[in-house]
């Protein structure tokens, strides 16, 4: 039998990264892979959302060419090539995490794999074993459980990362993450696009006042944005046209349109895997996160579950992390890593960044604090930029002064929220923030405009 130190099942960014760590720290390692490497953040997800997201910054420009001084300047868009172009960075960059796995010596084995032990693993008819096994095989679109839901042309974030064309209408059920980088890009792209949340605010997990600017930039755009809305239904008129039916304030309303993306979040994937054979006792229910502790221990102390597989966070970059922590666990290491301070961003146009409590968070846990506000139409950099819209929330501790949640839209809020993980990290107060010397002009400084401004 194929005998390795460890096993990782999925080669998305929580398994491929896990695996080159591991071999780099001396471990033996397989890789078992029943898709493409690079998981659905390469394939289906990160990467080719945001090749859209900069072909359609690139034609905002050029509609918005006259502000720049360019006049009568006409454009043809061939979707076909924006499409193509997306598929070649995609298999760049599924080479070069090939050529990574290679040189680190990791054994990549292309097949699907399932426990037939609590050590063992079979794939094809070869079967593995090894002394630790991480499970990372991530997660799959959910559909709502209603009429309509399953029809043929209801399209997920895959299908619609194939689309043939640019829808001329498009409804988007869902107003998410997936669901508004999606708005963004398909308006810029020519489609009238409608979407309609079940929440009071877009983007639930965001700062509310970040929600609302963006709900209110994004409609002035056109964009029409529906929320308080629970979709009921979706169905086909005799003219083929999507009808999506919803309930919003006791009230029935619909929508009409050449195309629908459901984007009503995702379920962790664990299906095939087998778990019983592994020695698991209590198996989650279908669509439900495979639990772990603290060390992404699931209750068999040898198997591990990272990223969106364990449903704490589905972000690349946390699946990750949460792999480095399973090998530090496992290796023995030392762990300094904060789960607590994880950046994260919505590209639409404008961007949204975030890192640490937002301010209801911080009401919440009944935290005093200093609130920090600046805006974009106030920075140089971003007027030069002709990005005048946006804003950046800093929330720091009223007594400590340590900052504790970043709240950014407008221009690299993304790379903001990033600087300010960074800083939180450090454990930075506002005085401290305050003495750091900020190149001018950035838009940066939006960030010590902010500080200055906590009271
Ligand atoms: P995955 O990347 O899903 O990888 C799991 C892998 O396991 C898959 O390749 C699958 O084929 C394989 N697998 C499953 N079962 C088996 C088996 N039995 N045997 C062998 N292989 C198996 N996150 C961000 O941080 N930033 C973004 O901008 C971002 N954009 C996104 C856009 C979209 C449209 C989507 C859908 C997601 C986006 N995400 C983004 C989320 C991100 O893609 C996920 O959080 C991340 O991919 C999770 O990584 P993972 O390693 O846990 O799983
Ligand atoms: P999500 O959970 O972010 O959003 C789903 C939305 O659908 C919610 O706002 C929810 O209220 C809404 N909804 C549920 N039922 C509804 C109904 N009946 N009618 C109308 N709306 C309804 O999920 P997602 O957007 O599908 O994204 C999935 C995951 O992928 C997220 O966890 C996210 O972290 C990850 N992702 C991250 C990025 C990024 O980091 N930029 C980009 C895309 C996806």
Redesign the pocket.
């Known amino acids: 039998m194929n005998h390795s130190d460890l096993i990782i099942?999925?080669?998305?960014?929580?398994?491929?990264e896990t695996a080159v760590a591991a071999a780099h720290r001396g471990l033996s390692v397989t890789i078992?892979?029943?898709?493409?490497?690079?998981?659905?953040?390469?394939?289906?997800?990160?990467?080719?959302?945001?090749c859209l997201v900069r072909n359609a910054e690139v034609v905002e420009q050029f509609k918005d060419s006259e502000k720049f001084g360019i006049d009568n300047f006409t454009f043809e868009l061939d979707f076909n090539k924006v499409m193509s172009r997306k598929d070649e960075v995609v298999a760049t960059l599924r080479a070069g995490v090939e050529q990574l796995l290679a040189s680190a010596k990791v054994n990549v084995v292309k097949?699907?794999?399932?426990f037939t032990g609590p050590h063992t693993v079979k794939?094809g008819e070869t079967e593995y074993e090894a002394d630790n096994i991480i499970l990372?095989?991530?997660?799959v679109?959910k559909a709502l459980p209603i009429p309509g839901a399953d029809l043929p042309f209801v399209m997920d974030?895959?299908a619609?990362?194939s689309i043939d064309h640019i829808p001329e209408s498009l409804t988007v059920v869902g107003g998410g993450?997936?669901g508004m980088?999606?708005a963004s890009v398909f308006h810029a792209l020519g489609s009238k696009v409608t979407v309609v949340e079940y929440m009071k605010q877009i983007l639930p997990p965001f700062d509310a006042d970040i929600a609302k600017r963006l709900k209110q930039s994004l409609s002035k755009q056109g964009i029409e944005i529906i929320t308080g809305a629970a979709v009921k239904e979706i169905s086909q008129a005799e003219d083929y046209e999507i009808v999506t039916r919803y309930e919003c304030k006791g009230k029935e309303g619909e929508v009409r349109s050449s195309d629908l993306l459901m984007?009503v979040g995702?379920a962790p994937?664990?299906?095939?895997?087998n778990l019983e054979a592994a020695g698991f006792r209590e198996l989650p229910a279908k669509g439900r996160p495979i639990p772990v502790d603290d060390y992404m221990r699931t209750e068999v102390p040898h198997i591990f579950a990272?990223?969106?597989?364990n449903g704490r966070?589905?972000?690349?970059?946390?699946?990750?992390f949460?792999?480095l922590r399973a090998l530090n666990a496992i290796t023995g290491k030392e762990d300094t890593i904060d789960f607590g301070i994880v950046p994260?961003?919505v590209?639409t146009h404008p961007e949204c960044g975030m890192v640490g409590l937002t301010e209801q968070q911080c009401k919440d846990r009944e935290l005093p604090v200093k609130k920090g506000t600046s805006f974009f139409r106030a920075n140089g950099k971003a007027l030069a930029m002709a990005e005048p819209e946006g804003i950046c929330k800093l929330l720091f501790h009223k007594e400590t002064g340590l900052l504790l949640g970043a709240h950014i839209m407008g221009a690299e809020a993304a790379d903001l929220a990033q600087q300010c993980a960074d800083l939180m990290s450090r454990k930075t107060t506002q005085a401290e923030l305050e003495d750091i010397i900020f190149s001018h002009p950035t838009i940066s400084e939006v960030i010590l405009s902010a500080a200055h401004s906590a009271s």
């Not at 990272?306 to 597989?309: E, H, L, Q």
């Open positions: 099942i999925g080669a998305g960014p929580g398994g491929y078992f892979e029943g898709a493409n490497v690079g998981g659905t953040c390469l394939n289906a997800g990160c990467i080719p959302t945001k097949e699907r794999a399932s794939a990372a095989t991530g997660s679109s974030s895959t619609m990362l993450v997936i980088e999606f984007a995702r994937y664990w299906e095939g895997l990272i990223g969106d597989v966070m589905m972000l690349a970059h946390v699946a990750t949460q792999g994260s961003a590209f």
